[in-house]
């Protein structure tokens, strides 16, 4: 089992930006999409942002525009800039892979947005 390692999160108000970090030690990672998804209480997981190993990017309509996933693949890392975050961005954010595998799980980072 390798867990990823997410960092990064606070309480930040609305309009405000952070950004959240993630340390895959995978063999493979220059060859996966990775992903961030987060999970607010109550509801499902959802898929926020993919990256390719090549660096093509895609995003959820809900944060369109105001995220950016980038990857370095020297360092098997993965970022989110977040920014104009609204109250319903408040989640816990996980990275992994695409699609999701229950064995790479990390704790997760939780993000606050509240004034």
């Known amino acids: 089992q390798v867990q990823l390692v997410e960092s990064g999160g606070g309480l930040v108000q609305p309009g405000g930006s952070l950004r959240l970090s993630c340390a895959a030690p995978l063999n493979i990672f220059r060859l996966v999409v990775m992903g961030w998804y987060r999970q607010a209480p109550g509801k499902q997981r959802e898929l926020v942002a993919t990256i390719t190993s090549r660096g093509s990017t895609n995003y959820a309509d809900s944060v369109k525009g105001r995220f950016t996933i980038s990857r370095d693949n020297a360092k098997n890392m993965v970022y989110l800039q977040m920014s104009s975050l609204k109250p319903e961005d408040t989640a816990v954010y996980y990275c992994?892979?695409?699609?999701?595998?229950?064995?790479?799980r990390g704790q997760g980072t939780q993000v606050i947005v509240s004034s």
């Open positions: 992994n892979i695409q699609p999701w595998r229950d064995d790479y």
